[in-house]
C-alpha cells in the first residue's frame, strides 16, 4: 500500500507543470559557444525553445573582432573571417576561448550522440586553423551526422513540419484571419512604441471602464475598420487573440531586433567609439546604456543607441562583463573600440581599475576622452565654489526658488502677474506677438548636473525681475508663513542692491559665452578637433573679456539698476563690506569690484578651463588637428600625420603605413586644387564631400586615418538623452516593466528613423521565426 501510494505521488509530481527556474530563463541564453550549457539540461519542455531561440539569433560571428594568431608548427595561424561566409549557416567562434563550434550539432547534440556523433566541434571546439578542410570534413556526405542536425534545425524552424501543424490544418480563410488579426497588434505596438506610450493597465478585465492603451487602440481600430473588427478581440479564437503581454513583448523586441540589426549594418564591422553612462530607473534599478559613436557608409557621424542593460552593481568589472555579453550578442568586438567616452566617475574613468582601464587592457587603441560636457559644467561649479560672493549669490539665488516657488499658488502669482505684462505691452505696441512668442515663464531651478541650467535660471530671473519683487512683497506684507516672511524681507533687501546686480550681470555674460559653448557640444555629429577649436575659442573670449569687458559690464549694471530703481554706488568712495561699516576696507569700490571680483573670477574660469579640458594638450590631438580642413588645409603636416599612425598599430600594415606616405602627397595636392574642398571647416564635412566625390575609394588610407579621427567622442549627451527618454517608457505607474521590455522599448523610441523603416511583414516573418505559433504562415 505504501509502495503503490508512493508511486502515486511520483505519478503527480512527474506530471505537474513546470516552473521554470532563474537558471532556465530563456531572455538570457549566453551568446558565446563557449559559455552555453548542455540542451539536455534544460526541462524537456522548453528544449525546443531555446534551439528556436539559438536559430533565430543565428550562429555567434564576430567578424569585427582581431582574431589572436598563435604558433601553430613553424607558422602562425588564425581563424579566417571568410569561413563566417563559407559555412554561414552553422560555423560560429568563442572570442573566450579562441575556438569555432558548431550551432547545429550544439542544438541536437543528444540526438546525435545516440548515433555516434563527434563533439569536437561542439564541447571541445576546434582551433586546428592550419587544417582548414576539417571544417569541410565536418560537413561530411548527405547523411553525415552534421547534416542530420542541419536537418533537423530546418524542420524545427519550418512549423509547417510540427507535429502540432499537422494536428491543425488551417484553410486560407483561417490564415488571413489570423494575418489581419496579428497586423493590428504589430500597427498597435508600433504607434505605442514611436509615441513611448505605455501598453497595459492595472486592470484589463472585461469589466474594466480603461483596459490599457494596446487593447483600446486595438479596439479603436476594430471600430474604424469593419474587417479588422470581425477578426480581433471578442471575434477572435479566445486561444488565439494575439493580445496577451506575452504576444506584445515579443513583437516589440522583433521591432527592436529589426532596429539594432539596421545599426549594426551601419557600423559594418568597422571602427566605433563605445559611450556608456549608467542611472538608477524610477524603481532603483541601475540601468547602463550603451551607444555606438561611428562613421557610416555615406561619411557621416552617427551616435546610436543600441540598449540599456540592467546591472545589479556599478563596479566597472560589472560593467565590463555587460558590455562583453551585450557586444557577443551583436557580434561586435572590443578590438573595434577606437574612443571611450564617460563621465567623470572613478569607477568609469579610472586608470587602474576603471571600465576605461580595463577596456585598454583588451585595446591599447580605444582612447578615453572625459565628456567635454560635463566638463564645461564643472568648471561653472567649481567658480561657484572656489569664490566666496559668486557662492553666496548662486545660494540666495536657491533660497529666492525655495520661496517664490514653494506652493502653486505663489508660482500662479508669477504666471498671472507675467501674463498682465505681456497684455499691456502688447496693447503699446512694444511687444510683437507671432508663433511662439509670448509663452508662459516660470523660474528653472539651476543644477549642478543640469547643464546650461545656471544660465537659463539667471536669464529668466532678469526677464521676471520686478514681478518676483512684487511676489516678494505679497509673502512680506500678506503671508503667515513667519520663517518665508523673513527670507521674503532677507531677499527684497538683498535683490535692491548694487551687489546682487553685478554679480547677476558677470555671470550671464560669463555663462553666455560657456552656454554657446555647451550647446555646440552636444551635437551628435560634433568632431573632436571641432570640440577643441571651440574650447579655445571660448577661453579666448573670456580673456577679451577680462582685458576689455569691464566698461561693457558697467554699462550693463547701470542701466538695470536705472530701470528698477537700485541705488548706483560711486566707484571712487571707500568700498564698505558686509561686516562692521565702522571699520575701514582701505580699497575704493573700483578696485574690490574690478581687481578683487572680476579679475578674479575670470582668471578662476580660465584656470578651471585649463585644467579640466587637458585632453587639448594630448599628442594625439595635437597630431589629428593637422588633419583639419580649415583655411584651405593649412595645418596640413605629413610628419605629423605619420606619426599619428603610431598611435593606431591594429588599423596599418608596415606596407600601409610605407604607401600612406606617398599617398598623403598625391591626396593634399588633390584636394587644394578641387575647389569643392576650399571653404570646409571641420572633419565631419570633410568626410562627407570625400564620400560625395568618391576619393575615399582614391585615398583609403587618408580617409581611414580621418574616420579614426572622428570615431573619438566629444560628449555623452546622447547617453544623457537616452536616460531622458527612459523617464516616458519607465514610469511610476508603469515601474514593473521587465529590463528587456524596457531595453527594447527604449530602442525603438529614441532610434525613430531606423523604426519607421521595419515593416509589418519584417516583423510578422520574425515573429513567427521565435516560437510555434497556432496558425503558420
Same mark, same amino acid.
Given at each position: 500500500?505504501?509502495?503503490?501510494?508512493?508511486?502515486?505521488?511520483?505519478?503527480?509530481? !512527474?506530471?505537474?507543470?513546470?516552473?521554470?527556474?532563474?537558471?532556465?530563463?530563456?531572455?538570457?541564453?549566453?551568446?558565446?559557444?563557449?559559455?552555453?550549457?548542455?540542451?539536455?539540461?534544460?526541462?524537456?519542455?522548453?528544449?525546443?525553445?531555446?534551439?528556436?531561440?539559438?536559430?533565430?539569433?543565428?550562429?555567434?560571428?564576430?567578424?569585427?573582432?582581431?582574431?589572436?594568431?598563435?604558433? *601553430?608548427?613553424?607558422? !602562425?595561424?588564425?581563424?579566417?573571417?571568410?569561413?563566417?561566409?563559407?559555412?554561414?549557416?552553422?560555423?560560429? $567562434?568563442?572570442?573566450?576561448?579562441?575556438?569555432?563550434?558548431?550551432?547545429?550539432?550544439?542544438?541536437?547534440?543528444?540526438?546525435?550522440?545516440?548515433?555516434?556523433?563527434?563533439?569536437?566541434?561542439?564541447?571541445?571546439?576546434?582551433?586546428?586553423?592550419?587544417?582548414?578542410?576539417?571544417?569541410?570534413?565536418?560537413?561530411?556526405?548527405?547523411? =553525415?551526422?552534421?547534416?542530420?542536425? %542541419?536537418?533537423?534545425?530546418?524542420?524545427?524552424?519550418?512549423?509547417?513540419?510540427?507535429?502540432?501543424?499537422?494536428?491543425?490544418?488551417?484553410?486560407? %480563410?483561417?490564415?488571413?484571419? $489570423?494575418?489581419?488579426?496579428?497586423?493590428?497588434?504589430?500597427?498597435?505596438?508600433?504607434?505605442?512604441?514611436?509615441?513611448?506610450?505605455?501598453?497595459?493597465?492595472?486592470?484589463?478585465?472585461?469589466?474594466?471602464?480603461?483596459?490599457?492603451?494596446?487593447?483600446?487602440?486595438?479596439?479603436?481600430?476594430?471600430?474604424?475598420?469593419?474587417?479588422?473588427?470581425?477578426?480581433?478581440?471578442?471575434?477572435?479564437?479566445?486561444?488565439?487573440?494575439?493580445?496577451?503581454?506575452?504576444?506584445?513583448?515579443?513583437?516589440?523586441?522583433?521591432?527592436?531586433?529589426?532596429? %539594432?540589426?539596421?545599426?549594426?549594418?551601419?557600423?559594418?564591422?568597422?571602427?566605433?567609439?563605445?559611450?556608456?553612462?549608467?542611472?538608477?530607473?524610477?524603481?532603483?534599478?541601475?540601468?547602463?546604456?550603451?551607444?555606438?559613436?561611428?562613421?557610416?557608409?555615406?561619411?557621416?557621424?552617427?551616435?546610436?543607441?543600441?540598449?540599456?542593460?540592467?546591472?545589479?552593481?556599478?563596479?566597472?568589472?560589472?560593467?565590463?562583463?555587460?558590455?562583453?555579453?551585450?557586444?557577443?550578442?551583436?557580434?561586435?568586438?572590443?578590438?573595434? *573600440?577606437?574612443?571611450?567616452?564617460?563621465?567623470?566617475?572613478?569607477?568609469?574613468?579610472?586608470?587602474?581599475?576603471?571600465?576605461?582601464?580595463?577596456?585598454?587592457?583588451?585595446?591599447? =587603441?580605444?582612447?578615453?576622452?572625459?565628456?567635454?560636457?560635463?566638463?564645461?559644467?564643472?568648471?561653472?561649479?567649481?567658480?561657484?565654489?572656489?569664490?566666496?560672493?559668486?557662492?553666496?549669490?548662486?545660494?540666495?539665488?536657491?533660497?529666492?526658488?525655495?520661496?517664490?516657488?514653494?506652493?502653486?499658488?505663489?508660482?500662479?502669482?508669477?504666471?498671472?502677474?507675467?501674463?498682465?505684462?505681456?497684455?499691456?505691452?502688447?496693447?503699446?505696441?512694444?511687444?510683437?506677438?507671432?508663433?511662439?512668442?509670448?509663452?508662459?515663464?516660470?523660474?528653472?531651478?539651476?543644477?549642478? @548636473?543640469?547643464?546650461?541650467?545656471?544660465?537659463? @535660471?539667471?536669464?529668466?530671473?532678469?526677464?521676471?525681475?520686478?514681478?518676483?519683487?512684487?511676489? !516678494?512683497?505679497?509673502?512680506?506684507?500678506?503671508?503667515?508663513?513667519?520663517?518665508?516672511?523673513?527670507?521674503?524681507?532677507?531677499?527684497?533687501?538683498?535683490?535692491?542692491?548694487?551687489?546682487?546686480?553685478?554679480?547677476?550681470?558677470?555671470?550671464?555674460? *560669463?555663462?553666455?559665452?560657456?552656454?554657446?559653448?555647451?550647446?555646440?557640444?552636444?551635437?551628435?555629429?560634433?568632431?573632436?578637433?571641432?570640440?577643441?577649436?571651440?574650447?579655445?575659442?571660448?577661453?579666448?573670449?573670456?580673456?577679451?573679456?577680462?582685458?576689455?569687458?569691464?566698461?561693457?559690464?558697467?554699462?550693463?549694471?547701470?542701466?538695470?539698476?536705472?530701470?528698477?530703481?537700485?541705488?548706483?554706488?560711486?566707484?571712487?568712495?571707500?568700498?564698505?563690506?558686509?561686516?562692521?561699516?565702522?571699520?575701514?576696507?582701505?580699497?575704493?569700490?573700483?578696485?574690490?569690484?574690478? *581687481?578683487?571680483?572680476?579679475?578674479?573670477?575670470?582668471?578662476?574660469?580660465?584656470?578651471?578651463?585649463? &585644467?579640466?579640458? @587637458?585632453?587639448?594638450?594630448?599628442?594625439?590631438?595635437?597630431?589629428?588637428?593637422?588633419?583639419?580642413?580649415?583655411?584651405?588645409?593649412?595645418?596640413?603636416?605629413?610628419?605629423?600625420?605619420?606619426?599619428?599612425?603610431?598611435?593606431?598599430? &591594429?588599423?596599418?600594415?608596415?606596407?600601409?603605413?610605407?604607401?600612406?606616405?606617398?599617398?598623403?602627397?598625391?591626396?593634399?595636392?588633390?584636394?587644394?586644387?578641387?575647389?569643392?574642398?576650399?571653404?570646409?571647416?571641420?572633419?565631419?564635412?570633410?568626410?562627407?564631400?570625400?564620400?560625395? @566625390?568618391?576619393?575615399? !575609394?582614391?585615398?583609403?588610407?587618408?580617409?581611414?586615418?580621418?574616420?579614426?579621427?572622428?570615431?573619438?567622442?566629444?560628449?555623452?549627451?546622447?547617453?544623457?538623452?537616452?536616460?531622458?527618454?527612459?523617464?516616458?517608457?519607465?514610469?511610476?505607474?508603469?515601474?514593473?516593466?521587465?529590463?528587456?521590455?524596457?531595453?527594447?522599448?527604449?530602442?525603438?523610441?529614441?532610434?525613430? &528613423?531606423?523604426?519607421?523603416?521595419?515593416?509589418?511583414?519584417?516583423? %510578422?516573418?520574425?515573429?513567427?521565426?521565435?516560437?510555434?505559433?497556432?496558425?503558420?504562415?
Amino acid at each position: 500500500m505504501t509502495l503503490f501510494l508512493l508511486g502515486k505521488s511520483m505519478e503527480k509530481f !512527474l506530471k505537474r507543470p513546470f516552473i521554470p527556474t532563474p537558471e532556465d530563463n530563456l531572455d538570457d541564453l549566453p551568446w558565446d559557444p563557449a559559455k552555453r550549457k548542455k540542451i539536455t539540461t534544460y526541462h524537456s519542455n522548453q528544449r525546443d525553445e531555446v534551439r528556436r531561440k539559438y536559430l533565430a539569433r543565428g550562429p555567434c560571428k564576430p567578424y569585427g573582432h582581431n582574431f589572436p594568431k598563435k604558433m *601553430i608548427g613553424k607558422s !602562425l595561424r588564425r581563424f579566417s573571417p571568410a569561413w563566417f561566409d563559407q559555412y554561414g549557416n552553422w560555423l560560429e $567562434y568563442s572570442v573566450s576561448t579562441d575556438r569555432a563550434y558548431c550551432l547545429c550539432c550544439y542544438l541536437f547534440r543528444d540526438d546525435i550522440h545516440k548515433q555516434g556523433g563527434n563533439d569536437t566541434f561542439v564541447t571541445e571546439g576546434f582551433s586546428s586553423w592550419n587544417k582548414s578542410e576539417r571544417l569541410a570534413s565536418h560537413v561530411g556526405g548527405m547523411n =553525415s551526422f552534421h547534416n542530420i542536425a %542541419v536537418k533537423m534545425c530546418d524542420s524545427l524552424m519550418k512549423q509547417n513540419h510540427s507535429i502540432a501543424q499537422a494536428f491543425y490544418k488551417h484553410d486560407d %480563410v483561417v490564415k488571413n484571419e $489570423y494575418r489581419l488579426r496579428l497586423n493590428a497588434s504589430v500597427d498597435a505596438s508600433r504607434y505605442l512604441l514611436r509615441q513611448g506610450i505605455p501598453f497595459r493597465a492595472h486592470d484589463e478585465s472585461e469589466d474594466s471602464g480603461n483596459k490599457g492603451n494596446f487593447l483600446e487602440l486595438i479596439r479603436y481600430t476594430a471600430d474604424q475598420n469593419e474587417a479588422v473588427r470581425k477578426v480581433v478581440l471578442e471575434n477572435a479564437p479566445k486561444n488565439n487573440q494575439m493580445t496577451s503581454p506575452p504576444i506584445q513583448r515579443d513583437i516589440v523586441h522583433c521591432f527592436a531586433e529589426e532596429v %539594432v540589426k539596421s545599426i549594426i549594418e551601419e557600423v559594418d564591422h568597422g571602427i566605433f567609439g563605445l559611450l556608456v553612462d549608467e542611472s538608477a530607473d524610477i524603481s532603483h534599478k541601475e540601468q547602463m546604456a550603451v551607444v555606438l559613436r561611428f562613421v557610416d557608409k555615406n561619411g557621416t557621424i552617427k551616435e546610436r543607441f543600441i540598449g540599456v542593460v540592467h546591472v545589479k552593481e556599478t563596479s566597472s568589472l560589472t560593467f565590463k562583463l555587460a558590455i562583453d555579453d551585450l557586444f557577443a550578442k551583436y557580434g561586435l568586438s572590443l578590438k573595434n *573600440i577606437r574612443g571611450q567616452g564617460y563621465d567623470g566617475a572613478s569607477n568609469m574613468k579610472g586608470e587602474f581599475n576603471g571600465l576605461r582601464s580595463l577596456i585598454l587592457r583588451k585595446n591599447s =587603441s580605444s582612447y578615453y576622452v572625459h565628456c567635454f560636457a560635463h566638463q564645461l559644467q564643472l568648471v561653472v561649479v567649481a567658480v561657484a565654489k572656489k569664490h566666496f560672493e559668486v557662492g553666496d549669490f548662486f545660494d540666495m539665488i536657491s533660497t529666492l526658488l525655495n520661496v517664490v516657488g514653494a506652493s502653486c499658488k505663489r508660482q500662479d502669482v508669477v504666471k498671472e502677474k507675467y501674463r498682465e505684462e505681456v497684455k499691456k505691452g502688447i496693447s503699446s505696441g512694444e511687444i510683437s506677438t507671432g508663433k511662439g512668442k509670448n509663452q508662459e515663464r516660470s523660474l528653472p531651478r539651476p543644477s549642478n @548636473t543640469r547643464w546650461g541650467s545656471h544660465h537659463k @535660471t539667471l536669464v529668466r530671473l532678469v526677464e521676471l525681475f520686478s514681478i518676483v519683487i512684487e511676489v !516678494l512683497e505679497y509673502i512680506q506684507n500678506e503671508g503667515y508663513d513667519d520663517p518665508k516672511k523673513r527670507q521674503a524681507y532677507g531677499l527684497l533687501k538683498y535683490l535692491c542692491t548694487f551687489d546682487f546686480v553685478f554679480y547677476m550681470q558677470l555671470m550671464l555674460l *560669463i555663462l553666455g559665452l560657456t552656454e554657446n559653448l555647451s550647446m555646440a557640444l552636444q551635437e551628435k555629429d560634433q568632431d573632436i578637433l571641432n570640440a577643441v577649436s571651440l574650447v579655445g575659442s571660448t577661453k579666448r573670449e573670456l580673456q577679451k573679456l577680462g582685458d576689455d569687458g569691464w566698461d561693457s559690464l558697467m554699462v550693463r549694471v547701470s542701466s538695470f539698476c536705472k530701470k528698477h530703481d537700485i541705488e548706483i554706488i560711486m566707484m571712487e568712495d571707500e568700498f564698505v563690506g558686509s561686516g562692521s561699516r565702522r571699520k575701514k576696507s582701505n580699497i575704493t569700490n573700483l578696485h574690490h569690484y574690478k *581687481i578683487s571680483c572680476f579679475n578674479v573670477i575670470l582668471d578662476l574660469q580660465l584656470q578651471e578651463f585649463n &585644467d579640466r579640458f @587637458t585632453e587639448v594638450n594630448t599628442q594625439l590631438l595635437i597630431c589629428m588637428a593637422f588633419l583639419s580642413p580649415t583655411n584651405s588645409f593649412k595645418l596640413f603636416d605629413k610628419e605629423k600625420l605619420m606619426k599619428l599612425v603610431e598611435f593606431y598599430p &591594429d588599423d596599418f600594415s608596415f606596407f600601409e603605413r610605407s604607401s600612406l606616405e606617398q599617398q598623403l602627397d598625391i591626396y593634399i595636392d588633390n584636394i587644394r586644387e578641387d575647389g569643392r574642398f576650399h571653404n570646409l571647416e571641420s572633419l565631419g564635412d570633410l568626410s562627407r564631400l570625400m564620400v560625395e @566625390t568618391r576619393k575615399h !575609394l582614391v585615398h583609403p588610407l587618408v580617409y581611414r586615418l580621418l574616420k579614426l579621427a572622428l570615431t573619438l567622442p566629444v560628449a555623452t549627451a546622447t547617453v544623457e538623452r537616452c536616460f531622458s527618454a527612459m523617464k516616458f517608457a519607465k514610469t511610476a505607474s508603469r515601474n514593473r516593466i521587465g529590463d528587456q521590455f524596457l531595453s527594447d522599448c527604449l530602442v525603438c523610441f529614441i532610434e525613430k &528613423d531606423l523604426f519607421a523603416s521595419v515593416t509589418n511583414e519584417t516583423v %510578422v516573418k520574425k515573429f513567427q521565426s521565435m516560437a510555434e505559433r497556432r496558425v503558420c504562415l
